[in-house]
């Protein structure tokens, strides 16, 4: 069998780590677009890198964009990928409702500018296409759990641009045959999430309470419920929808969903700690607990202009057709990422909490 190589956007986010580590596992030459910073921000991919020149290496880092059209185009054109995997966007929902314009940019006519090199350069029979679409567009609850047949129904600038990216690469399969499927992907977390999502936030914050660095922690929407899985597992599942004969649409999830503030107790449990909830308005003087106990404050701030409350997948179609089904449990996730952030916290001791 020949090598494939694949084409990843958004390699150095959490997921395009992943899937990196798991695709250079099983023999791809893969390349990355990274986009240019001004600080360093291959972190999460630095241990894959080896010199260019080096005669065995098979993971290559370019500049991009995905508002870069131009680029976009010539980066397909050299790499000539068997694969594209479309991870790369700008994820973070609350932020989406700062900068829906960029959003809408990258996120959605981004997924239009790949399709499009794909049909400019006519590589419509070779390609196959993967779009990192997301349980956002259930939103507002219509149904669950929530499966591919349940009905759309964006809360934010993020999941409406995530929504048209969705439907036009249903519509460049069906218009053009291209291979080109969406996952469906339900919250998958890690050690290396970001730092401003709810989960690596308060994983983090568990952390530096422990170790004496901070005495609160504020969140917002503490009755949101998630269908919480490991990134690990859901970077099995993209590569399982590329590699199906036909392409289609998935749903990958865990089947289990739980609130932000179930998250927070077992988070603050690995650690042996009780917690005190106060509401927003309290006072911000008398800081630490009488009790010992940990603050957890709601901060407005954080509350979104229109929230998605309940996300719960079902993930019967992939499991019986792709064999896929996730391997990391809700308390394991928890615990794996409250003690990967306690051993990173002690070697490099750090608080940061805004979003
Ligand atoms: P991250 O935010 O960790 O990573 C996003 C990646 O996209 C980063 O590499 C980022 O680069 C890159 N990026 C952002 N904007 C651009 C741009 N304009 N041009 C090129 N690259 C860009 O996200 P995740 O890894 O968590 O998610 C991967 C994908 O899956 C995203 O599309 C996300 O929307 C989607 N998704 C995620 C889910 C999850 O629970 N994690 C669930 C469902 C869908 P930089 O490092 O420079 O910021
Ligand atoms: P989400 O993830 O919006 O589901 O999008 P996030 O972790 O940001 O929020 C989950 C829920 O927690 C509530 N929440 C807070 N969220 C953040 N970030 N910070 C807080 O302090 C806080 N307090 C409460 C939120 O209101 C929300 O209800 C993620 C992203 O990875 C998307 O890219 C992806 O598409 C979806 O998951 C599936």
Known sequence: MTEKTALITGVTGQDGAYLAEFLLEKGYI????????????????????????????????????LTDATNLIRLIQKVQPDEIYNLAAQSHVQVSFETPEYTANADALGTLRLLEAIRILSLESRTRFYQASTSELFGKVQE??????????????????????????????????????????????????????????????????????????????????????????????????VQEETPDDYVLATGETHSVREFVERAFAVIDRSIEWHGHGVDEVGRCSRTGAVLVSIDPRYFRPTEVDLLLGDPTKARERLGWRHTTGFAELVAEMVTSDLKAMRVRPAVRNET
């Open 144 to 241: 669950t759990p929530q499966r591919e047949t349940t009905p759309f129904y964006p809360r934010s600038p993020y999941a409406a641009a995530k929504l048209y990216a969705y439907w036009i690469t249903v519509n460049y399969r069906e218009a053009y045959g291209i291979h080109a499927s969406n996952g469906i992907l339900f919250n998958h977390e890690s050690p290396i999430r970001g730092e401003t999502f709810v989960t690596r936030k308060i994983s983090r914050a568990v952390a530096a309470i422990s170790l004496g660095l901070q005495d609160r922690i504020r969140l917002g929407n503490l009755d949101a419920k998630r269908d919480w899985g490991h990134a690990r597992d859901y970077v099995d599942g993209m590569w399982r929808i």
């Open 30 to 65: 893969v390349h990355g677009i990274k986009r240019r910073s001004s600080s360093f921000n291959t972190e999460r991919v630095d241990h894959l890198y080896r010199d260019p020149q080096e005669h065995e290496c098979r993971f290559f880092l370019h500049f991009g964009d």
